[in-house]
């Protein structure tokens, strides 16, 4: 038995582990058009930011740990086409140039998103930059020797993440965004008024309802962006628009691709091809509190994708249970965390959902150090469903017991059953009442 896999990051690399364990004798050949596997990309903002020192330190295993494993790596090899009848891909080695054709018996796509960038983001101009794997972030590091100004395109997770950590490099930010805020469609208005007062607080200038149009540059490097507010001046430009995903091999191949834009599998990671299993974040998923298909690109899920379709690959059976929209991130000292829906996202959707807000500390009041928290939890009226939940909080780790709610949303739990809920308590850790069990009494 052969598997192919392409693209070497979560997915690729969590199939692979997992096939070669559940199944030692199967070849596994992992094509990665890159220099670098497994790695944690969600760390990349931390290195330009100082708190994590070197970029290798991201990176979980090396090609010689894999392949001490018995699992081939190619590195710098870029797959190109697939031909699902004679089940066979077509690989571009792209030191020596050469192409050929390798077969398979199982093949897995794990070939990630790419950043989308608008068309007066594709220039020659130095200096204007994405992030979405280790060799960018060098990029960016070098782009940053010397540099005094940076802009950054888009404010949602990672381009608030970025501006913290290259303004703590002494940079000077400004952060801009097309929408009315910063952090999108991650929370309800109140909440991301909070997050874009937080990093305004630290100096970031941040400008939303502005769109971009072109660049300008002088002697081959960027020196600002024309904007509908007029010309902002930068030397160095981070573009942090979105995502695309990257199926184009799996169209190639006949595979459904869904109306999300990622690839449609089955719970198995199978495509509708018969060999052929996709996986990671250029996948969609089943919400699991909407039913709908969804494409919440994210580190956890696409490594459980991966690990679901090795474990297939090997002729074992998982399945994929579907996502609840959980989030997390961290600016300056807030924590930001989400999961299931927003007032916003159930309105959309022509729920009957309503929601409260509570406000208190992540630990009893009368103990050292006891930071503000606010919780907005939303539910169904007359079901009782819990929907989903919003927290914001001064201490970053206590947003953490958003995954008492994901916990809960996973089961199709009620409001009033997470008020029962038996969480734990001591002093320093929460008051008696837990912010999230005072915010399920207000709501059931
Ligand atoms: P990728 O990691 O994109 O890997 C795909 C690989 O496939 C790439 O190495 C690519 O070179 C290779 N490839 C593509 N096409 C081909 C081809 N034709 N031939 C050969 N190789 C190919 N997620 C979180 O949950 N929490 C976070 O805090 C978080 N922070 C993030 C911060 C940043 C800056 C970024 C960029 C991402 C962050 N993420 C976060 C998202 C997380 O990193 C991704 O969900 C995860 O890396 C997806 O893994 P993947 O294997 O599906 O795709």
């Known amino acids: 038995m052969r598997i192919v896999i392409v693209g070497g990051v979560a997915a690729g690399m969590s199939a692979a582990s997992r096939a070669k364990r559940l199944s030692p004798d199967a070849e596994i050949v992992v094509f990665e058009r890159g220099e670098i596997i497994s790695y944690g990309a969600c760390g990349l903002p931390y290195v330009l930011g100082g708190a994590v020192e070197d970029w290798d330190d991201l990176v979980a295993r090396t090609p010689d740990q894999m392949r001490a494993r018995g699992i081939g790596v190619r590195l710098r090899h870029e797959v190109t086409g697939v031909d699902a009848r004679a089940r066979t891909v077509t690989v571009q080695d792209r030191d020596a140039g050469r192409v050929t054709q390798e077969p398979y018996d199982r093949l897995l796509v794990a070939t990630g998103v790419s950043a989308l960038r608008p ?17 960018d972030g060098q990029a960016i590091e070098r782009s940053m020797q010397g540099a005094k100004r940076v802009c950054i395109v888009g404010a949602g997770y990672i381009g608030l993440e970025l501006a913290e950590n290259l303004c703590r490099q002494g940079l000077s930010v400004v952060l801009l965004e097309k929408g009315p805020d910063v952090a999108g469609r991650t929370l309800d208005p109140e909440y991301r008024r909070r997050v874009r007062e937080e990093v305004e607080r ?80 250029n996948c969609q998923s089943v919400h699991r509190v909407t039913r709908r298909r969804v494409h919440i690109p994210l580190g956890l899920t696409a490594n459980r994708m991966g690990r679901v379709a090795g474990v297939n690959m090997a002729g074992s059976d998982a399945t994929f249970p579907g996502v609840v929209g959980t989030g997390i991130f961290k600016v300056y000292g807030l924590g930001v965390a989400r999961t299931g829906l927003t007032q916003t996202d159930a309105d959309e959707l022509g729920l009957d959902a ?6 208190s500390t992540d630990h009893a009041g009368y103990y050292a150090d006891a930071r503000p928290i606010h919780v907005r939890l939303t539910g169904e009226r007359g079901s009782g469903r819990l929907l989903g939940a919003q927290l914001i909080g001064e201490n970053h780790l206590s947003v953490k017991r958003v995954d008492v709610i994901a916990a809960h949303l996973h089961g199709r739990g009620k409001v009033h059953d997470l008020f029962e809920m038996d969480l734990a308590y001591a002093p320093p850790f929460s008051g008696v009442w837990d912010v999230l069990l005072v915010a399920a009494d207000r709501l059931s």
């Open 119 to 135: 068309d007066w983001a594709r220039t020659d101009l130095a200096g204007v930059h994405v992030l979405r794997d280790i060799p």
């Open 202 to 281: 630290h100096g970031v200038d941040v400008r939303c309802g502005v769109s971009v149009g072109g660049l300008t540059g002088k002697n081959g490097r960027v020196t600002g962006l024309q904007t509908s507010d007029g010309l902002v001046r930068a030397d160095t430009v981070i573009v942090a628009v979105g995502v695309r995903p990257n199926v184009e091999l799996l169209r190639a191949a006949g595979a459904r691709i869904g109306q999300t834009g990622a690839a449609a599998v089955n719970a198995r990671q199978e495509t509708n091809v018969e060999g052929v299993y996709a996986a990671g974040d």
């Open 354 to 359: 309503v929601s409260v807000d509570v406000k």
